[in-house]
């Protein structure tokens, strides 16, 4: 066994390629209070909490949380959830780490049903140690789910990793102080992530394994 032996994925765009459902229910969002945003941007809304997103345009936590709700209707109603579908090499990936003995979780600002929801679709979630998942006025940032992940299974810093695409996943890592590996497939802008905690930067999700082993 590598270096590691728990193994914290992110979701959005590590895990799961979500961006067409995620910003179908954020356009639906942003209609109904009239607001327009460059299509652009909306990549680097895939992954973030989804709640700091809408209070930057609505300006207040009560009005974020009330466009949360109507994104959670949309998004799980009309089925924009369902669009997901996980990236080439993870189910593949998954198992291998699982059998050769490594914990795989999962640490994500998306909510923990659909997580869990999503992951026995794709037939991972058996491969799973441990799922957390955002829960509003519980844990809402990246560091808050990796946090209660490592105290729920008290386990030791320098045995866990965060695998994720984002600052946020970086960040988040870095605040808890635990190492993390930056997934080049994802939403991230890459260029501008510097952070000392990432020790490596993975082009696939065969890469992660390779480094992890290594």
């Known amino acids: ?66 466009a949360c709700a109507l994104y959670r209707k949309v998004y799980n109603e009309k089925g924009y959830v369902l669009t997901t579908t996980p990236f ?25 049903e659909e997580v869990e929801m999503l992951l026995k679709r794709f037939g991972l979630y058996g491969y799973m140690e441990f799922v957390s998942g955002l829960c509003y006025n519980v844990r809402e940032t990246k560091a808050a789910t990796i946090r209660y992940l490592m105290e729920s299974l008290k386990v030791d810093k320098k045995d866990c990793v965060m695998i994720g695409d984002t600052r946020f996943d970086v960040e988040g890592a870095e605040e808890v102080g635990i190492d993390c590996i930056l997934c080049l497939w994802g939403y991230g802008d890459y260029a501008a992530i510097k952070n000392k905690n990432v020790v490596y930067r993975a082009k696939d999700p065969y890469d992660v394994e390779k480094y992890i082993e290594g």
């Open 88 to 112: 080439d090499g993870i189910k593949e990936t998954f198992k291998s780490l699982y059998e050769k003995g490594y914990k795989v979780c999962a640490a994500t600002c998306k909510k923990q």
């Open 1 to 66: 066994m590598g270096k590691y032996k728990y193994l914290i994925y992110d979701f959005d765009g590590t895990i799961g390629d979500t961006y067409n459902g995620v910003v179908a229910g954020m356009k639906e969002v942003f209609a109904a209070y009239g607001i327009s945003i460059e299509e652009a941007l909306y990549r680097k809304y895939i992954g973030p909490p989804i709640n700091e997103t809408f209070e930057s345009y609505l300006g207040s936590k009560e009005k974020a949380y009330e």
